[in-house]
């Protein structure tokens, strides 16, 4: 039976799951979170009906006791906050013990990403192993997956969530358009690029060969529990790959191709409204990340086009 704390949580994982449709991923970092609150409430004889501010505080000062980074105490405060805000509607208490709470402020990180030279790197190294047919054929038909999904990425900007996911629908699409259903249920559409689409044919025509293969729902077939493509197995080709590439491991994850994606459409003039559509953000704060872009690309629209972007500071000659 779960505790009266773990009926509230539970209660609230409901609401959001309900009322927000957040995923599934969502759901289990507010578990996690709140767990973690509710632990430390408990080991001081409290829970979330009788927490006040000085607990929430020592809650606070325990998290940055335990070495969490400034961004991580922030993400679990703002959980923490909207589990109380729910108790404070839903009627169970009459306050909010963290509403006087002041949460870290971290500095504003920039998204790790790779040049469109690296990027060109990366996908030729993938390439590479799909024409060798000299090489067992498991070797080249993991190749032509790998390439298919570095292509694939980099055209839409999928989440990895997303892109392993796919179903082998995408593979016979007529429209060079995915219909991607992402996170809370929200459903866009994200433009194919004809290299994608060649991609996919390389790799579906390799594993035609398999038996019962393109018999999947899958695009990406596997034999793990959901019956395609896991994303750490997908990460752990993706940093192989990137040593032939000559790319160190740390630089290149599924992540960094997403954030590349967003900043060459608009280091190449893309509206950031736009980005947010193809990415699937359902706040353009979220998307404001690559405002450094804007920033960039601005001072070089100045530098460039007005007329006198590069002429010397005017010589002021004073009159003797």
């Known amino acids: 039976m779960k505790s009266p704390s773990g009926r509230l949580v539970a209660a609230f994982l409901d609401m959001i799951a309900a009322e927000r449709g957040a995923a599934a991923n969502t759901i289990e970092a507010y578990r996690r979170d709140l767990s973690d609150y509710c632990d430390f409430l408990t080991a001081r004889g409290r829970g979330p009906l009788d927490a006040d501010n000085r607990t929430s505080r020592d809650w606070l000062a325990d998290l940055d006791a335990r070495g969490f980074a400034p961004a991580s105490v922030a993400r679990r405060l703002s959980s923490v906050r909207q589990f109380h805000k729910f108790l404070y509607l839903e009627g169970r208490r009459g306050d909010d013990p963290t509403g006087v709470l002041e949460g870290p402020r971290p500095g504003r990180r920039l998204p790790k990403t790779l ?5 060109d790197r990366l996908l030729a190294a993938a390439a590479e192993g799909t024409v060798d047919e000299s090489r067992p054929f498991g070797e080249r038909l993991r190749a032509a997956r790998l390439s298919c999904l570095l292509e694939v990425l980099y055209a839409t900007g999928l989440r990895v969530s997303e892109l392993v996911a796919l179903p082998a629908r995408a593979a016979s699409t007529r429209e060079p ?20 689409r060649a991609g996919i044919a390389r790799y579906r025509a390799l594993l035609a060969s398999t038996p019962g293969a393109l018999a999947s729902p899958w695009l990406f077939p596997s034999d793990s529990e959901s019956g395609h493509l896991t994303r750490q197995a997908f ?10 590439a000559g790319l160190g491991a740390a630089r290149v994850s599924p992540h960094v191709l997403r954030h590349a994606f967003a900043s060459h459409l608009l280091q190449n003039g893309a509206d950031l409204r736009v980005v947010q559509e193809l990415l699937g953000h359902a706040d353009v ?15 070089a629209m ?4 007005h007329p006198l972007g590069d002429a010397p500071a005017p010589r002021i000659v004073r009159d003797p």
Request: net charge positive; aromatic share 4%; no cysteine.
């Open 177 to 196: 358009m995915l219909n991607i259903k992402g996170k809370g249920g929200r459903e866009r559409l994200v433009p194919l690029s004809d290299a994608a």
């Open 115 to 119: 040049g469109v030279v690296d990027v």
């Open 302 to 305: 100045v530098r460039d086009l």
């Open 235 to 244: 990460a752990r080709d993706l940093k192989t790959v990137a040593g032939f």
């Open 285 to 299: 704060s979220t998307t404001q990340i690559y405002t450094h872009v804007l920033d960039e690309r601005l001072k």
